[in-house]
């Protein structure tokens, strides 16, 4: 998952047009799941280029959050990242609509409930780990250590 800021804003994914999608009617970042070889950097600098159209440049690390269960009992791992560095224009996302966003608005955005915590990761500076529990679409447990 990475987070493209620019001026006080953040370019976020609102989650409208693939049928049965979980992510359905959520605002998130861009990203995505890896292909055969890839370092996280490599698929995250893919994922955002195939949904967005922008060329990162460089990417910021800040953490890395396990969901236990999450798709039909599996766990699944994300690592989450900003850009302030990239290239190009933005075209249309076939899962979504892309628009950037003020940064203070962000908190009024229908998130999944453990995302508005990775907002305060981009804020603090250190590298988290976290855990984050769901069960019917709401979070049971919240687990995080900050380096």
Same mark, same amino acid.
């Given at each position: 998952?990475?987070?493209?800021?620019?001026?006080?804003?953040?370019?976020?994914?609102?989650?409208?047009?693939?049928?049965?999608?979980?992510?359905?009617?959520?605002?998130?970042?861009?990203?995505?799941?890896?292909?055969?070889?890839?370092?996280?950097?490599?698929?995250?600098?893919?994922?955002?280029?195939?949904?967005?159209?922008?060329?990162?440049?460089?990417?910021?690390?800040?953490?890395?959050?396990?969901?236990?269960?999450?798709?039909?009992?599996?766990? !699944? %791992?994300?690592?989450?990242?900003?850009?302030?560095?990239?290239? #190009? +224009?933005? =075209?249309?996302?076939?899962?979504?609509?892309?628009?950037?966003?003020?940064?203070?608005?962000?908190?009024?955005?229908?998130?999944? !409930? %453990?995302?508005?915590?990775?907002?305060?990761?981009?804020?603090? #500076? +250190?590298? =988290?780990?976290?855990?984050?529990?769901?069960?019917?679409?709401?979070?049971?447990?919240?687990?995080?250590?900050?380096?």
């Amino acid at each position: 998952m990475c987070y493209i800021q620019k001026e006080n804003q953040t370019l976020m994914l609102h989650r409208t047009k693939k049928e049965n999608d979980v992510n359905g009617g959520k605002w998130i970042g861009v990203g995505g799941k890896f292909e055969e070889g890839e370092s996280a950097e490599e698929c995250m600098k893919r994922e955002i280029y195939e949904e967005t159209g922008l060329t990162a440049l460089n990417l910021q690390l800040h953490g890395f959050v396990v969901f236990p269960e999450l798709y039909h009992g599996q766990d !699944e %791992g994300m690592f989450i990242y900003t850009c302030h560095d990239f290239t #190009g +224009k933005i =075209h249309e996302c076939d899962e979504g609509d892309l628009q950037w966003i003020n940064n203070e608005d962000i908190p009024t955005l229908s998130m999944w !409930e %453990g995302d508005y915590h990775f907002f305060e990761w981009i804020q603090d #500076g +250190k590298f =988290h780990s976290a855990k984050i529990h769901y069960q019917n679409d709401k979070v049971i447990d919240y687990q995080e250590h900050a380096y």
